[in-house]
């Protein structure tokens, strides 16, 4: 853990003055030409309606460092669904905060804050935990050690559950998409291999639960965030860019199609 401290350190210089909202990534990027998604299609008797998709979480579902300002995933994903054969029109109602963390969006369901932006979603968007995994960066930057990250894993994905729990109890059937975490150290190194285990710890956990769901969607992102050979960092080495973004909503969209997705009046 030591190189990882040194690791940390020159990384967190380097953002000095950004709020460090944690995000990760752990193979290699895959390269901007991916397949073109096939168009979802709805049933003949389908009466066009407007769409409303609910974004919760931290700041990649907020669209920090979208510099394009089109509203990051959640706003790129909107943009193809408003062509889709039946839609009339989506709008969005985002509730993601910059630096918000798995108990800070536990307590807004358990204090009735999102009740109303939950209940009238057609689809949901959620991005939690890197923040989690970041409060433990910063609380032991100078005596990181591996248990202190499964520890903080056990009561996250208590967390979780919590939250999606909460969620399908406001809205039992609106799909909804879980955004995978990523690791900004290997914008730096290739030797954070500690670091690679703690973030797929936390996606395998969002996984399961997510899995469990048959509405529901989870979307690995971590690859398109491995260094930089794509350019996908905005200038704060933490968020993504606009071209980040485009490849997490070409990913979404793929997984959509793959997780059978589709609008339903």
């Known amino acids: 853990m030591k190189r990882i401290l040194l690791i940390v350190i020159l990384l967190m210089g380097i953002v000095a003055g950004c709020s460090p909202t944690f995000i990760f990534g752990i193979e290699e990027a895959e390269p901007r ?6 168009p979802y299609t709805v049933p003949p008797n389908f009466i066009p309606q407007a769409v409303i998709i609910t974004a919760l979480g931290d700041s990649l ?21 408003r062509t889709w054969q039946g ?3 989506v709008a969005i109602e985002n509730t993601a905060k910059r630096g918000r963390r798995s108990d800070q969006l536990l307590a ?3 204090q009735g804050e999102l009740t109303g932006p939950v209940a009238e979603a057609d689809y949901l968007t959620m991005t939690i935990g890197g923040n989690d995994v970041m409060r433990i ?12 990250f499964a520890d903080e894993l056990i009561l996250y994905e208590n967390r979780f559950d919590n939250i999606f729990t909460a969620i399908r109890d406001i809205n039992p059937n609106a799909p909804m998409i879980i955004m995978g975490i990523y690791n900004p150290f290997s914008l730096i190194t290739d030797e954070v291999e ?5 973030i797929a710890s936390y996606n395998e956990a969002m996984q399961e639960r997510t899995e469990a769901d048959p ?8 690859d398109l965030f491995a260094g930089n050979k794509n350019l996908v960092y905005h200038s704060d080495f933490f968020h993504p860019n606009s071209k980040g973004y485009d490849l997490m909503t070409k990913r979404i969209l793929k997984r959509m199609e793959e997780c059978g997705l589709s609008y339903e009046e």
Not at 61 to 81: F, H, I, K, P
């Open 33 to 38: 030409n991916e397949p073109a998604v096939t």
């Open 61 to 81: 579902s907020q669209g920090v460092g979208d510099v394009e300002n089109l509203g990051g995933y959640t706003g790129r994903v909107a943009a193809e669904m």
């Open 87 to 89: 839609i009339e029109g």
């Open 108 to 110: 807004m369901f358990q």
């Open 137 to 148: 960066v910063k609380r032991d930057l100078f005596s990181l050690n591996m248990q202190a």
């Open 194 to 198: 500690e670091f690679d285990q703690i």
């Open 215 to 222: 509405q529901a969607c989870f979307v690995p992102v971590s």
